[in-house]
């Protein structure tokens, strides 16, 4: 009797061990699912929030607790730009003023183009508002640009060179498209400094020979224009007056102050509209004052065939 019954005792603990297992089992999918969706949850939380913030402006000012929820902690499916900087008047720091305009310019053109999506941030940290995100990333310098990718950990190439490429926008812009795949088209403000100039500068003459109106023979009379000109420049290659010494030093000095300016817009880092004006400025330099150069060697020596602009 003894031995019949030890068979059917361990055959009935056989269900209940598949039983334990299998609730096991639905209990460690539950908590799995429940994690998971506590992940969607928290991500959807921060997506949002950051929409929020962007839609209120361009770059999302972050302190050390933001920076750590919004861009270090997971989850997260997005990218993010960050600009650490130091943009308080006791800084002193003038290139931190300038990178950050560019980098509101780049902002901008990404809140308000068609392609504006929840895959990528423009934030900023100020060392004044942040000194504990410096400390963390081991940064002494500003103004520095990071990438921080949706998944893993920043790489050598997520931090912009801006000693070697300059901050200017549309750098900054085929950086980010390096980076993330997210090609942004730069929009730059208009700047009518230069059509207000030339207007003011129109009124000015208008405004003169609207005066002399009554006494405007001068601008017709040939003879006074050559005669100023002759007092000035010797006819002959052989002879050279004074003052024309003087005259060809300035053109000469005017030239070179074209090719720094040239050089300059060149090889400057500032906003890519001044160094356009100051490339217009120095290129209008060259060419005008080295036409009338020219025009003077052509009246000196005759014969000599070649002129540009100025005969």
Known sequence: MASSSSPSSS????????CLLFLLFL?????????????????AEKVEQLMEWSSRRSVVRMNGDKFRRFV???PRNYSVIVM???????????????????????????RYSSAFSNKLFFTIVDYDEGADVFQQLNMNSAPT???????????????????????????????????????????????????????????????????????LEFIYNKTGWAMAALSYIHGSSQAQFVAESHIILLLNAAITMGMVLLNEAATSK????????????????????????LSIFRSKYHGYPYSFLIK
Not at 11 to 18: A, D, F, T, V
Not at 27 to 43: A, F, P, R
Not at 273 to 291: A, H, Y
């Open 11 to 18: 055959s009935s603990h056989l269900p209940s061990r598949g």
């Open 27 to 43: 209990l460690l999918c539950v908590q799995l699912g429940e994690s998971q969706k506590k992940k969607e949850n928290l991500l």
């Open 72 to 74: 270090k902690a997971p």
């Open 84 to 110: 650490f900087t130091a943009l308080q008047p006791q800084r002193q720091c003038s290139v931190c003023r300038q990178a950050n305009e560019e980098y509101q310019v780049l902002a901008n053109s990404w």
């Open 145 to 215: 640009f990071m990438h921080f990718p949706p998944k893993g950990k920043p790489k050598r190439a997520d931090t912009f060179d801006l000693q070697r490429i300059g901050f200017a926008a549309e750098q900054l812009a085929k950086w980010i498209a390096d980076r993330t795949d997210v090609h942004i088209r730069v929009f730059r403000p208009p700047n009518y400094s230069g059509t207000i100039a030339l207007a003011l500068l129109v009124s000015l003459v208008g405004g003169l020979l609207y005066l002399r109106r009554n006494n």
């Open 270 to 293: 500032g906003d890519v509209g001044k160094r356009r004006i100051i490339c217009l400025v120095g290129l209008g330099l060259v060419v005008f004052f080295f036409s009338f150069l």
